[in-house]
Antibody, heavy 120, light 110 residues
Framework: QLQLQESGPGLVKPSETLSLTCTVSGGSISSSSYYWGWIRQPPGKGLEWIGSIYYSGSTYYNPSLKSRVTISVDTSKNQFSLKLSSVTAADTAVYYC????????????WGQGTLVTVSS | QSVLTQPPSASGTPGQRVTISCSGSSSNIGSNTVNWYQQLPGTAPKLLIYSNNQRPSGVPDRFSGSKSGTSASLAISGLQSEDEADYYCAAWDDSLNAVVFGGGTKLTVL
């Protein structure tokens, strides 16, 4: 059974960089069948796609966040990571990591999510 | 403001059939498949329908999806109290090179 687990600080100061890591267990991040992605959900609001990465390192980012986002993959650790720079209160959200079926671009596995609050 | 448009709320009584619509454009729903997610309160979303009308293993056949042109729909028949949740549609957008979500529909079982 695939499991994804987000880890990282739950509190980030404004203007700093939010950093999260997703550890994949029960499956290989090097599988050609999947992308790996990040999705966030501000409190009480809907889902927002942040971006995704293939094991080879190719990435797709939400254009509205592209200038601040970096997603990377570490196949040796079966992990992928998110960095979001210059954060503001508007970046406060539950951040989910996800496995994405490449052929239909559907998230078939989600992490439990981690709340990141941006506040001084 | 979401790229895909969903009604903010929907409701029905147990046993009823309800539908939730999702409207997009030629760059997303019009040229790519649609996926639907169910989010129960306090939990991560769950894939409900993929590729317009396919159900993952374990999803009851009470849930069905369809697509026509630049719109899609999720239908839930034999509504049950445990179906009370938020439902989101999503699709790849060729212009944005990103996945776009609907704003979500809160389903209430009366």
């Amino acid at each position: 059974q695939l499991q994804l687990q987000e880890s990282g600080p739950g509190l980030v100061k404004p203007s700093e960089t939010l950093s999260l890591t997703c550890t994949v267990s029960g499956g290989s991040i090097s599988s050609s069948s999947y992308y790996w992605g990040w999705i966030r959900q501000p409190p009480g609001k809907g889902l927002e796609w942040i971006g995704s990465i293939y094991y080879s390192g190719s990435t797709y980012y939400n254009p509205s966040l592209k200038s601040r986002v970096t997603i990377s993959v570490d196949t040796s650790k079966n992990q992928f990571s998110l960095k979001l720079s210059s954060v503001t209160a508007a970046d406060t959200a539950v951040y989910y990591c996800a496995q994405i079926l490449r052929t239909v671009v559907a998230v078939d596995y989600w992490g439990q999510g981690t709340l990141v609050t941006v506040s001084s | 403001q979401s790229v895909l448009t969903q009604p903010p709320s929907a409701s029905g009584t147990p046993g009823q059939r309800v539908t939730i619509s999702c409207s997009g454009s030629s760059s997303n729903i019009g040229s790519n498949t649609v996926n639907w997610y169910q989010q129960l309160p306090g939990t991560a979303p769950k894939l409900l329908i993929y590729s317009n009308n396919q159900r993952p293993s374990g999803v009851p056949d009470r849930f069905s999806g369809s697509k026509s042109g630049t719109s899609a729909s999720l239908a839930i028949s034999g509504l049950q109290s445990e179906d009370e949740a938020d439902y989101y549609c999503a699709a790849w957008d060729d212009s944005l090179n990103a996945v776009v979500f609907g704003g979500g529909t809160k389903l209430t079982v009366l």
